[in-house]
């Protein structure tokens, strides 16, 4: 559900109806690993298709099978799939996608081992590998969001409407699983139009109560000049 609001929300703002979007695995696939202590990552594309006129329960069973297709795949390496895809590469950047998408559930309590204590540690990010990535993290019935964004490409601001719209449109999607995509997002633009508009009202509203009280306050005294 999270995997297909995200790709609607690429493609409301893109205008491009297919996606790709990187989506971490563990790799632990082969058994020979599971016994093994590090950290064993790969990134498998899954790749999306919009269509505006269906409704966002449609778009979530297409994007299980899209990514359940995908993962059945996952054991070929990165490397291999770009040699074979054969994509025009843009600089150094990724050459597959631009958008990675993560979810994980944060273990009940802490994990024990025999003679260690385990603490959790918030580590900054120092380089950012992809100009977007969205992170959900659920804690207990808690579902908490991660936005980390290339700041030469989207603001502060921007990131946080992204962020909201996404929001937004998850919450009607839900509610509405049968109503076309096209429509619920039109809904979002026009709940957005209308909390501007109020905003403005507000603030102008405000600049005019300002003014009032200032008409009503007296003159100050003219100031005497010593001579």
Do not use: Y
């Not at 580590?123 to 579902?143: D, H, M, S, W």
């Amino acid at each position: 559900m999270l995997l297909a609001g995200l790709q609607s929300l690429l493609w409301v703002e893109s205008g491009s109806r297919s996606s790709v979007v990187g989506v971490p695995s563990t790799s632990r696939f082969e058994s020979r690993l599971e016994g093994l202590i590090g950290f064993f990552i790969e990134t498998v594309p899954v790749a999306g298709e919009v269509s505006p006129e269906a409704g966002f329960g449609a778009l979530v069973e297409r994007t299980a099978a899209l990514a359940a297709e995908a993962f059945a795949h996952q054991e070929v390496p990165f490397e291999k799939i770009v040699e074979a895809l054969g994509p025009r590469r843009r600089g150094e950047g990724n050459p597959l996608f631009q958008v990675l998408f993560g979810f994980q559930a944060e273990p009940a309590g802490r994990p024990e081992l025999t003679g260690l204590r385990l603490e959790a540690e918030t580590v900054a990010t120092r380089e950012l590998q992809l100009p977007f990535i969205l992170n959900f993290v659920q804690q207990g019935e808690r579902l908490v969001a991660a936005l980390e964004h290339d700041s030469g490409l989207f603001s502060s601001t921007e990131a946080r409407r992204l962020g909201s719209r996404l929001v937004a449109f998850l919450e009607r999607a839900s509610a509405r699983p049968e109503q076309p995509l096209g429509e619920l997002w039109q809904e979002v633009s026009e709940a957005e139009e209308s909390a501007r508009q109020a905003q403005l009202e507000a603030s102008r509203e405000a600049n005019q109560n300002r003014l009032r009280e200032l008409r009503r306050r007296p003159p100050a005294p003219p100031a005497e000049v010593a001579r």
